[in-house]
């Protein structure tokens, strides 16, 4: 099994911007993909961004060029750098892992409990 535990989150004005860490925890020697995903009341689920354990990343079109997803190894923590923050980003973050290679929708394998991201206007 494996733990996954996020934190950063909180309230930022718009053009703010915040960092989340989720440290990973139990057999983690077996995630390969880990992601940041967010919710807000009423949507589904979306992918925000995606990185593979040699590094190779993937953005949504709504964060790509304003948020950075990285990740080290040595610490088994994956990080998202939020730049540029916008009101519409104001979600419920999740980090999740998943053994294999490449993200799973919402069939990740694990999920955090999630960290609150407010912007406001």
């Known amino acids: 099994q494996v733990q996954l535990v996020e934190s950063g989150g909180g309230l930022v004005q718009a053009g703010g911007s915040l960092r989340l860490s989720c440290a990973a925890s139990g057999s983690i020697v077996s995630i390969n993909a880990m992601a940041w995903y967010r919710q807000v009341p009423g949507k589904q689920r979306e992918l925000v961004a995606s990185i593979t354990k040699n590094g190779r990343t993937n953005y949504a079109i709504s964060v790509k060029g304003r948020f950075t997803i990285s990740r080290d190894n040595n610490k088994d923590t994956v990080y998202l750098q939020m730049n540029s923050l916008k009101p519409e980003d104001t979600a419920l973050y999740y980090c999740?892992?998943?053994?294999?290679?490449?993200?799973?929708?919402?069939?990740?394998?694990?999920w955090g409990k999630g960290t609150l991201v407010t912007v406001s206007s």
């Open positions: 999740a892992a998943d053994r294999a290679m490449v993200v799973k929708g919402l069939n990740m394998d694990y």
